[in-house]
């Protein structure tokens, strides 16, 4: 079947603009997760939803960042102002549930703060 | 906390030659333990795990022994093919399984 997929696939912005990252998970998935790879820090992981739940958001970067998922499918991640140093690959991953289970990621979206 | 760390790279090799690229980590209890591979311009991909002691996870010619005296889950491969050029992650989930800690890769180029 279909993989995650992610949406775009890359985003220049300007320094101070809000953007919008797409994911869709493998369907039937329940878990849903956002990593971000960046040069200087490697992998980091941001957060996590069962079903749309976010039980723990303390793994985003700051306030500026937030994430929603809507129907228990897609999830959006949203940058508000976003600075240089957001810049990175943004990744998400879904298993069929949270604890244990497989991660399967996303192709990730480039982001790019000029 | 939970924490992996990797050899560094690059790794450069020839076609054919032996691979082993080290993950030691530290962890409470006995997690399951995973390598991922992304190669260039795509996303990760699970490339074997392991889910308890001893255990040994395999594919693509890949293997990895959980090794808990030593904490230890060194990637290795016998033959190592210009294709296999990417990166290594090495990963374990933390107790609630609810998100994986990452090494911080280790890129392999294989030359022909």
């Known amino acids: 079947g279909a993989g995650v997929s992610q949406s775009p696939s890359n985003k220049v912005t300007e320094k101070g603009k809000d953007v919008e990252l797409r994911c869709d998970p493998i369907s039937g998935h329940t878990a849903l997760y956002w990593y971000r790879q960046s040069l200087g820090q490697g992998l980091e992981f941001l957060i996590y939803f069962q079903g749309n739940s976010a039980p723990d958001k303390s793994g985003l970067p700051s306030d500026r960042f937030s994430a929603e998922r809507t129907g228990g499918s897609v999830s959006t991640l949203t940058i508000q102002r976003t600075q240089q140093e957001d810049s990175a690959v943004y990744l998400c991953?879904?298993?069929?549930?949270?604890?244990?289970?497989?991660?399967?990621f996303g192709p990730g979206t480039r982001l790019t703060v000029t | 906390g939970d924490s992996v760390t990797q050899m560094e790279g690059p790794v450069t090799l020839s076609e054919e030659a032996f691979l082993t690229i080290n993950c030691t980590y530290t962890?409470?209890?006995?997690?399951?333990l995973f390598w991922y591979v992304q190669y260039p311009g795509e996303g990760l991909q699970l490339l074997l795990k392991a889910t308890k002691a001893d255990d040994k996870g395999s594919n693509k010619g890949f293997e990895a022994t959980y090794r808990k005296e030593t904490t230890s889950f060194h990637l290795e491969k016998g033959s190592v093919q210009v294709s296999d050029s990417a990166v290594y992650f090495c990963?374990?989930?933390?107790?609630?399984?609810?998100?994986?800690?990452f090494g911080g890769g280790t890129r392999l180029m294989v030359k022909p």
């Open positions: 990963a374990l989930p933390n107790n609630a399984g609810n998100m994986l800690t």
């Open positions: 962890a409470t209890g006995y997690p399951s």
């Open positions: 991953a879904s298993s069929l549930k949270v604890q244990y289970y497989e991660q399967y």
